[in-house]
């Protein structure tokens, strides 16, 4: 009897569900090892590094600072694995070469993504005192993007 080259149903072979592995750890999109403590220590204490800045940033008084609408759209992005900054006027100046005061976000961003390129800057929002409120990505290598003093 002649059979038609198909595998039988009744095989040892395995099925591969797509999306899961062998390994019982998930990897780490950047890096070709496992997360460490270490590397999990350190993404904890970025994030908490993020919202003591946006807690900073909303403590005092409340002329002249975020709102509490900015500070959500904020914590949705510390949520998403941005790092929050904050930039000065005497910064921005110094990287614009100009002396203009920056007043608004949208001159800011013009700034830095000429600066910096597009893909690091999340999004931003006045701060205090004349400072700007900055969400910034980790850079495609994985590292996190700082500003230069």
């Known amino acids: 009897m002649a059979t038609s080259g198909k595998r039988s149903q009744g095989s040892a072979s395995r099925k591969r569900v797509a999306g899961y592995s062998r390994r019982s750890y998930s990897r780490n999109p950047y890096t070709s090892k496992r997360p460490t403590y270490r590397t999990v220590t350190n993404n904890f ?50 990287w614009s070469h100009t002396n203009k005061t920056y007043t608004s976000p949208t001159s800011v961003r013009t700034v830095l993504t000429k600066k910096f390129g597009k893909t690091p800057i999340k999004a931003i929002c006045p ?18 993007f700082k500003f230069p003093r």
């Open 45 to 94: 204490r970025t994030k908490i590094n993020s919202y003591q800045t946006l807690v900073k940033q909303s403590q005092g008084p409340k002329s002249g600072g975020p709102t509490p609408s900015n500070l959500n759209y904020l914590a949705k992005w510390v949520d998403k694995g941005a790092v929050i900054q904050t930039v000065s006027n005497a910064q921005l100046q110094r």
């Open 127 to 144: 701060g205090k005192g004349n400072n700007f409120i900055v969400a910034t990505s980790p850079t495609w290598k994985g590292k996190m």
